[in-house]
């Protein structure tokens, strides 16, 4: 259980910008009761040392549609050490999850990877264990049965950029295909997250569009212009892309795509340190229904932090990672309900454990 903790020192945004304050945070069982200056003395203090505190980063990891239990739990352990708090990630929603939950470094929420076969048993998801579909394995046939389940129960349809280009590319105005599937869950009416996202023209297209997109940290090494859709808010969220498609080598690298994320985007001044939170943190909670339990430092949200030191200096060691020269501010704790899941000099703390999340 966790112990009433007061962290005192915290360097934390004061909502806009780059502007921070030092502030102490309270937190009781788990949760934050009270943020503010020269906080009352507790039993249990936690000096942070004016180290940057941002609520706990929340990722959609959705290109994991084909792993299973074992793998994302092994997962959740690279995903602590990273800095990051909480993973959407895909499940088989006929296999019951509920029970397994023992074994987590972070938070898990679930969206539902659908094939043909799982159409025929919709009525069999529990769409109170998950926050949204996948669509990639469904035959064109069957998506209209997907989207009106999806509209009935106010959940997500999740895109991947090759679904909604039909026969690789836009039409020259920027309009989409009414072929795509993107222009068929418009149509319907459903909730619509593209995941992936890389093209300018499928961006361009999606400004006007009733969508949010993500875009993946490791994409944004040789992309000013990708830089530039963070920071005016034309793309959302950031994913990780923390795994290697080869199955047998995607732990073989710890990478670090959130310190990179603050050391290339933040501390050179692609984007603010506010925009780094949501995009990595308060977007992502509220789109994927956890917030304001998640993404936010405020009473009543989780403890969950992570804390970086602005001029950490560190080099990426994984072979997945952009590039091999030095960057400035690095994650060095991650924090789950108020209990440190990392710390850089010591490495994982095998006790404390993430959980299940409903929507």
């Known amino acids: 259980m ?4 007061l962290f005192r020192n915290c360097l934390v945004s004061k909502g806009y910008g780059d502007t921070t304050d030092v502030m102490d945070i309270r937190v009781e069982n788990g ?10 003395h507790s039993e249990h203090e936690v000096d942070m040392q004016e180290r940057l505190v941002i609520p706990g980063v929340v990722i959609p990891e959705l290109g994991l549609a084909d792993s299973n239990f074992d793998e994302q ?5 690279v995903a602590a050490v990273a800095g990051i708090t909480c ?26 990877a659908l094939t043909d076969d799982h159409v025929e048993h919709l009525d069999r998801i529990d769409p109170e264990g998950i926050v949204g579909v996948e669509i990639r394995k469904v035959d064109e ?11 009935k129960h106010k959940r997500l349809v999740i895109l991947h950029e090759a679904e909604v280009i039909v026969d690789n590319e836009l039409k020259e105005n920027a309009e989409l295909s009414p072929k795509s599937r993107l222009a068929r869950a418009i149509e319907q009416k459903v909730e619509i997250h593209i995941s992936a996202v890389s093209r300018a023209d499928l961006i ?3 400004r006007q569009l009733p969508v949010t997109l993500d875009v993946s940290i490791q994409a944004l090494e040789h992309d000013d212009a990708l830089w530039n859709d963070l920071a005016n808010a034309r793309i959302h969220m950031v994913t990780t892309n923390l795994f290697h498609e080869d199955q047998e080598r995607q732990y073989d690298s710890v990478q670090e795509p959130i310190s990179w994320l603050y050391a290339a985007g933040v ?17 992502v909670a509220m789109r994927f229904g956890q917030y304001p339990h998640k993404g936010a430092l405020i009473p009543g949200a989780d403890a969950d932090f992570t804390v970086l030191v602005a001029n950490e200096q560190w080099q990426p060691t ?3 990672m952009l590039d091999k020269k030095t960057y400035k501010g690095q994650v060095v704790e991650t924090w789950l309900k108020g209990e440190q899941v990392y710390r850089k000099q010591v490495g994982l703390n095998l006790k404390s454990k993430g959980s299940w999340l409903c929507h």
């Not at 966790?2 to 903790?5: C, G, I, M, R, Y």
């Not at 949760?31 to 009352?40: K, Y």
């Open 31 to 40: 949760i934050i009761s009270e943020v503010g200056s020269a906080l009352s």
């Open 73 to 77: 739990v092994a997962m959740t352990a």
């Open 87 to 112: 993973m959407i990630v895909p499940i088989d929603p006929l296999e019951s999850r509920r029970e397994s939950f023992n074994d987590p470094y972070v938070h898990l929420t679930y969206i539902a």
């Open 267 to 283: 501390n050179r001044g692609h984007i603010s340190l506010m925009r780094m939170m949501e995009l990595c943190a308060t977007n």
């Open 318 to 320: 994984g072979e997945l």
């Open 141 to 151: 046939m069957l998506l209209d049965e997907v989207f009106a389940w999806c509209k």
């Open 2 to 5: 966790s112990v009433n903790k």
């Open 204 to 206: 361009q297209a999606c």
